[in-house]
């Protein structure tokens, strides 16, 4: 591994960032960064959620302005040879430098060409000019690989579907700078491919790429250079064309130490039959007669991590849904036992009272209050615990918020800090939270480290590792097979809305999953 050259041989940089710093009320964000991005290049940036990935991001997109009005910002921003001021995102667009967010900056209930050239319409005396935006549409969807109808609604598309519109709309805006901030987080495995095969064509035709990623494969597989972020400061810049970047490299400079082991190392207790499904169906919601969740029977173990293997589209987060609280579907059948004794979950209050929680994979739409502070989004699913003759006990709220804090090492500035302005690891901490003090018995845990760096994986596995130690039974959802044969006892396979396989995690392997899935392999029972 070779430093990336400053001045080296070869062209120039198109963006170098020269000891940016940002601070938000006197606290650094950002301290002395340093980050150079020649055009044609894809560049990945790393570092645990709370690193400044996202902040250095909106800095070189001008969402901060530059110079700002606190003075809390400092450096240079240097693009295509000459130093930048940005006073807004404006700025930034006009000189080819495009952001696609997380959360996709999408209208649902437009078109897709009228989403590509939304605020830029192509238009004649003052008319938009639709047979013109049609056409340019159907070229830009050629080009990003996307076979749809300009006219399709956005709506109608999967979301790998609409990470392509995107693109092409950044494309529309004649982009130079591509920046994607964890663009494969809630896609398949054969979209995610798509995408990334769509970035090297595009840095074929030298258009430059900063990848925010926590998918270390991705990265080591894409990635031209590589800078990785440390508590608001540039650690580790490389380039990775001369040497192929070790992901336990990456690793060791996110999170300061090894991780040698991905997964914490936990002897199994596991007990009686804590929790059990039998014949669960749920039909989907909409239309009518379709089943989606047919006939599981499942177990789940004192002190047992049960997975829960598929496709997208299997059925998983249907099932888990429909079982805490029917919080999805309709003409739900089957019945849910605890300890032996069937209970009733036809309402989530029921359900939480019948012992189970149920962690969404989707924390910022279903999982959280985002514009409330942390000490209300943790006591939410347990609010008697907190209060007095049905009053709030707003120091008692305060003690509980700070207890799991501390408990679960969330980064914050305070309890009273609002949610939304947490990173995604920490936001999933207090989800975490949220439900531990519910004081579940069995804990659904769907899709837990999405989005999530390597750093607070294993804080959240070691958390739930501490909680099948005292007793709790776990069952988690995962599309990253890796962690499922890391964490779990033992999994099941789902496909279409059924359990087809079920296997001990000791001695199974990826391939056997998907020969599963597929039907292709043995299937297991155990």
Known sequence: MNPIPENGAGPGPLLELRGITKRFHGVAALEDVRLSVRAGEIHALCGENGAGKSTLMKVVSGVYPHPDHGGDYGGELCFDGQVRRFAGIADSERLGIIIIHQELALVPQLSIAENLFLCHEPARLGV????????????LLARVGLRASPDTLVSEL???QQQLVEIAKALAKEVRLLILDEPTSSLNEADSDALLALLMELRAQGIACILISHKLKEVTRVADGLTVLRDGRSILSVDCTGEPLSEARIIQAMVGRDLADRYPR???????VLFELRDWRAQHPVQAGREVVKGVNLKVRRGEIVGIAGLMGAGRTELAMSVFGRSYGRRISGSAWMDGREIDVSTVPKAIAAGLAYVTEDRKSLGLLLDESIAVNTTLANLREVSRAGVL???????????????LATRCAGVDQSVVHLSGGNQQKVVLAKWLFSQP???????????IDVGAKFEIYSLIAGLAEQGCGILVISSEMPELLGLSDRLYVMNEGRLVAEFPTAGTTQEMIMGAIVGAGETAYV
């Open 441 to 451: 018995r069995l804990l659904i845990l769907d899709e837990p480290t999405r989005g």
């Open 128 to 139: 938009i000019d639709r047979v013109a935006m049609h056409r340019r549409a159907v070229e």
């Open 266 to 272: 936990r002897t199994p207790k596991i007990g009686d």
């Open 393 to 407: 006990d707003e120091a008692r709220e305060h003690q509980v918020a700070q207890d799991y804090r501390r408990r």
């Open 158 to 160: 999967g979301v790998g």
